[in-house]
């Protein structure tokens, strides 16, 4: 198959799904997602991605109508089904399907699964950014489907011919609309820390412990807009992305300081990824 959809046990082509007017998703937004990148039909962080989404699911008082090893073997089984080797792998839980009405419903949870071909990103390619501030509400470590402010700021960034929008509150940076962004300053990794501001990504998580490897020190603390455009480099992370350095910040070049520690860097990941995704 193409692509392959899955709503509580249904499948089929993502194009022909459909889904019920009352899931409180088409209302409320209310409910909570993943996503990763499979190679080879093999799924990159499953377990760190998995994890997250159980974590994101317990914080708005939701359950998963599956345990975590079930879950992971039903999203194993259909991404040996869809043809493409390279995939977006998402799925995502929203809080059952009921008459509006804001508190919950009695009933359950609805399970989606989403699988699309999707190329391996090239991490040599650098991005643009812009910066704005970040107007979002206070619990971004939950990944939850309500991302208007994201979307906004991605489509921001998008007009101005750029890749993603750096987000910040006052002048600290928080992290960017679909991913985090980390800086390299005279040899430490500095980044900010998983509180209520950033969505604690699982590929920030994978680049700290890389770091940890290779004996480069790890900063995670809050920095400033100042030290984002004085940096050696600006790094840009996601499960989509992985690793890419920034070279231009609204419309002034930026990074591009210490190219070898960001190889050393994105070599590692990419060779994590291998690890993980060869047959
Ligand atoms: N921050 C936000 C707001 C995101 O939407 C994402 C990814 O979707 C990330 C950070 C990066 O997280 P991960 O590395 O787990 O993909």
Redesign the pocket.
């Known amino acids: 198959m193409e692509t392959l959809g899955y709503y509580n046990g249904k499948y089929g082509e993502l194009s022909e799904m459909t889904v019920p007017m009352l899931d409180r998703v088409c209302y409320f937004g209310d409910g909570v997602y993943d ?2 990148h499979a190679r080879n039909h093999k799924i990159y962080c499953l377990d760190e ?1 998995v994890d ?1 989404f159980f974590n994101s699911a317990g914080l708005l008082r939701m359950t998963v109508p599956h345990t975590k090893e079930e879950l992971k073997e039903l999203l194993r089984e259909m991404v040996s089904k869809v043809d493409a080797d390279e995939q977006f792998v998402y799925w995502q839980l929203t809080r059952g399907t009921a008459p509006r009405n804001h508190a919950f419903p009695e009933a359950p949870a609805n399970l989606w699964i989403m699988l699309r071909p999707a190329p391996t990103q090239d991490m040599r390619v650098p991005v643009r950014l812009i910066t704005l501030e970040d107007t979002r509400f206070l619990h ?1 470590n939950i ?1 939850t489907l309500n991302l208007l402010p ?1 979307v906004m700021a991605a489509q921001r960034a998008e007009e101005a011919g750029c890749d993603e929008a750096v987000l910040h509150r006052g002048e600290s940076v928080t ?6 962004v980390h800086i390299l300053k005279d040899g430490v990794f500095r980044t900010h820390p998983t509180d209520h501001y ?2 604690p ?4 998580m994978r680049l700290i412990q890389l770091c940890h490897r290779l004996n480069i020190p790890v900063d995670e603390a809050p920095f400033t807009l100042a030290e984002l455009r004085a940096a050696d480099e600006i790094l840009v ?4 992305t992985f690793c890419r350095a920034a070279c231009e910040l609204d419309g002034q070049p930026v990074g591009g300081k210490d190219p070898a520690l960001l190889k050393r860097i994105q070599d590692a990941l990419d060779e994590d990824f291998h690890r993980e995704t060869d047959l």
């Not at 990504?201 to 920030?204: A, K, L, N, Q, V």
């Not at 992370?237 to 989509?240: K, P």
Request: hydrophobic residues 25%; positive net charge.
């Open positions: 996503a990763t991605h997250r971004c990944k994201n992290e960017c609309a679909h991913s985090n950033i969505l990504g699982i590929t920030r992370t996601s499960a989509s």
